[in-house]
């Protein structure tokens, strides 16, 4: 009789995993013993993060930290309940208000995770008799949701308008939502939003727009890609975490009203999940404050991450289409990211390597992401070392003297 657990033994992942911790390579699940700022220390040793989601370098940041530790003395940990019945505070409610306003819509709703909030939204709204579609670089939690939904699911070529128009014409009449990533979390480039909105009208779709990583970062103050492009009000739905700029955990979709109220009462992520902890709350609320009063955190990100992308490429480094405090570092063989990331990593830089399902074949790459906090000394440092291992792997060419 067959065991659900045969396929663990001869799983490729997981002898790859193996043989990666023999070998002293395997780069994933390493323990942070200090915070998380732009500096870490992994296994007693210090390196500088750029690896990281922290985009304006606020987890650190003295207000925010009081306002999660105040939320706790006057709310306690938790809420202990859905959203729906005793999970709702007063707390949520603002930060409702405040986010609706902050994204230019009607009405917010907020997740416990980014995750739950993409996977409440598609899965309220379509079904059997509608049709998502989506880019092909779309995060998994919106692959995700687009299964369970029950709906039919048509991809485009990433960013290709005329596939877009292709696909959206094979439609035909039928209900229709086009889902796409703000910025594009591995690439670091931006959806062609403009664009994209003349074909959601020409052809009758919806639109959703995942903007985990330009809320905070892209657009007038911060309000995300929609902001970014001037096309606020042809987006029907926009979704943001608060795990990345806003140094927290939870997720939030902000639309009309009537379709907001909609997803609440519908939402099985959020009707069956207790709700956000008052301290996470807090935490968001101090960091919008902050980043409302303070322009200089999100233009100060972008100076600091195109000053690595620009030294990268002049190396020599192919660093893709990015135009965000994403950088992607091309090496495209699997094994020579890994190494290059052993070498960068031994060499004081962390960064995240990003190997196939994750990537396309022959597309891996190293992650790297840029902080408003981060100094200059640091992102020279990046470079200098970014240059000698370069050298070192023979992925550039060695300076002749």
């Known amino acids: 009789m067959a065991d659900l657990f045969d396929k663990i033994a001869n799983d490729p992942v997981l002898m790859a995993a193996r043989m990666g911790r023999e070998q002293g390579i395997y780069p994933y ?25 922290n985009y304006l370098g606020l ?17 306690g940990t938790s809420c202990t309940g859905s959203r729906f019945l005793n999970g709702t505070l007063e707390l949520h409610k603002e930060l409702e208000r405040r986010l609706a306003r902050f994204l230019g819509k009607e009405a917010a709703l907020i997740f416990g995770t980014g995750y739950q909030a ?16 989506a880019d092909r670089e779309i995060h998994a939690s919106l692959v995700d949701a687009i299964k369970m939904a029950g709906c039919q699911l048509k991809r485009f070529r990433h960013n290709d308008m005329n596939d877009l128009e292709r696909v959206l014409r094979e439609c035909g009449d039928a209900p229709k ?28 779709a919806r639109l959703f727009v995942d903007d985990a990583h330009g809320l905070g970062v892209m657009g007038e103050g911060g309000r995300g890609t929609h902001f970014h492009f001037g096309c606020v009000d042809d987006v029907d739905l926009i979704m943001g975490t608060f795990s990345k700029s806003f140094a927290s955990l939870g997720g939030v979709v902000a639309g009309d009203c009537d379709v907001i109220d909609y997803i609440q009462h519908h939402a099985r992520s959020l009707i069956f999940s207790a709700s956000m902890p008052p301290a996470n709350v807090a935490t968001v609320l101090a960091c919008l404050d902050i980043i409302e009063e303070d322009p200089s955190y999100v233009q100060r990100v972008h100076v600091q991450s195109a000053k690595v992308r620009e030294g990268l490429r002049r190396m020599g480094y192919d660093c893709g289409q990015s135009v965000t405090p994403i950088v992607p570092v ?21 960064t995240n390597p990003v190997l196939p399902p994750a990537v396309p074949p022959s597309k891996s790459l190293l992650r790297t992401s840029y902080m408003a906090t981060h ?27």
């Open 330 to 350: 091309y090496i495209k063989n699997e094994m020579h990211t890994v190494f290059t990331w052993k070498a960068l990593f031994d060499n004081g830089v962390y």
């Open 59 to 75: 987890t650190t940041h003295p207000r925010v930290q009081r306002a999660a530790i105040e939320a706790i003395e006057r709310y």
């Open 375 to 401: 100094t200059d000394e640091q992102i020279e440092t990046v470079l200098r070392v970014f240059e000698h291992v370069g050298q070192l792997t023979g992925l550039l060419q060695p300076v002749v003297a």
């Open 29 to 53: 699940f390493k323990p942070l013993s200090e915070t998380e700022g732009t500096e870490v220390v992994i296994d007693g040793r210090q390196l500088i993060m750029i690896g990281s989601n």
């Open 118 to 133: 993409n996977l409440g939204a598609i899965t309220a709204l379509m079904g059997k008799d509608d049709i998502a579609v």
């Open 177 to 204: 939502m086009i889902i796409v990533d703000g910025v594009y979390s591995m690439g670091g480039d931006l959806a062609d939003l403009p664009q994209i909105v003349t074909l959601a009208k020409r052809y009758g």
